[in-house]
């Protein structure tokens, strides 16, 4: 059996096992949040979600083909990048968006660094980027169909108009693989188990979302606005899978911390300051350039 020792684009660590095997995994992990996305948001979710993943894997073969690259579909790559990619939209997209994003970050991304491993920046998060910037923030992932924004409210410092218990199940609107804090976490545990990603990301990424949450929040129930933001948007979605993407971060296990900490913390201050609808994708693309220089620093430090 052929051992895998290359860097992925997605969220996995190197291991013993085959490409497609690691891949399949992450799928796995998917599925109970896609399940939930179709119960909540019915077949559209799932029109969303094929869009994504036949996109990317068209482009994948396409691009494949026309620098005479191994054909790499079969590894299963392509329909995880794009059923992340269809994870940071709302309902209502627009389907030619869904594909649009899901070329760009197979074709310009990832297929122009030279396919599967070579990339730097995750191709599902510079998709959902790509879409904000042509397309504008009417498809920002926070934004509620019911006329509830729960990111705005957060951000002026106020509590969450929705129950923190309903938004760690999931019951509200959002993007559609991003509402349910519970099954994203489901998914984290089944790859901790699996061992296709380390704990160590994820963890340091919420435990530096909480504590920049601390600082800056200026409400006197500290706890329930912290967990608020972190049940929140992206940023579960992020924590779990785009962050813990094996191209773009860390090798090492303190490599991992402090960039896991990085992603975190920056993606609260991103979402406190700055206009743009979800800072937690911006952050992950921001410590993706960092990846590398992290990894040299630590290993010049602690050899």
Not at 10 to 16: E, L, S, T
Not at 61 to 74: A, K, N, Y
Not at 183 to 191: D, H, K, N, Q, S
Not at 207 to 227: E, P, S, V
Request: include cysteine; charged fraction near 10%.
């Amino acid at each position: 059996m052929k051992k895998r020792n290359i860097r992925e684009s997605a969220p996995f660590i190197a291991g013993n096992d085959t490409v497609s095997g690691m891949m399949l995994d992450v799928l796995i992990a998917l599925m109970p949040a896609l399940a939930w996305s179709v119960y909540t948001f019915g077949v559209r979710a799932l029109l969303i979600a094929a869009t994504a993943v036949l996109t990317s894997v068209i482009c994948d073969l396409v691009m494949s083909l026309i620098v005479r690259r191994r054909v790499g579909i079969t590894d299963l790559s392509a329909c995880v990048s794009g059923l992340v990619l269809a994870f940071t939209f709302p309902s209502y997209v627009p389907l030619y968006v869904v594909a649009a994003s899901a070329a760009f970050g197979t074709v310009v991304i990832k297929g122009a660094f030279g396919g599967i491993g070579k990339n730097i920046l995750n191709p599902a998060v510079c998709g959902r980027v790509f879409a904000s910037a042509v397309w504008g923030q009417n498809f920002g992932m926070t934004a509620i169909a019911t006329g509830v924004d729960v990111s705005a409210t957060l951000k002026a410092g106020e509590l969450s108009p929705v129950p923190l218990v309903n938004m760690f199940i999931g019951d509200m609107d959002g993007a559609i693989g991003e509402v349910s804090t519970l099954l994203l976490l489901a998914g984290f545990a089944y790859l901790v188990l699996r061992k296709t990603v380390t704990w160590h990301i994820t963890v340091a990424y919420l435990a530096g979302a909480a504590g920049t949450c601390a600082l800056l929040c200026t409400h006197f129930d500290i706890m329930r606005w912290t967990l608020g933001q972190l049940f929140s948007g992206a940023l579960m979605l992020c924590a779990v899978f785009a962050a813990n993407d094996t191209v773009t971060s860390p090798m090492t296990a303190v490599g991992k911390l402090v960039y896991g900490a990085g992603c975190g913390a920056l993606a609260i201050v991103l979402r406190t300051y700055l206009p743009y609808g979800e800072g937690a994708y911006l952050a992950v693309l921001a410590m993706n350039l960092l990846a590398r220089p992290i990894d040299a620093a630590v290993k010049k430090i602690f050899g």
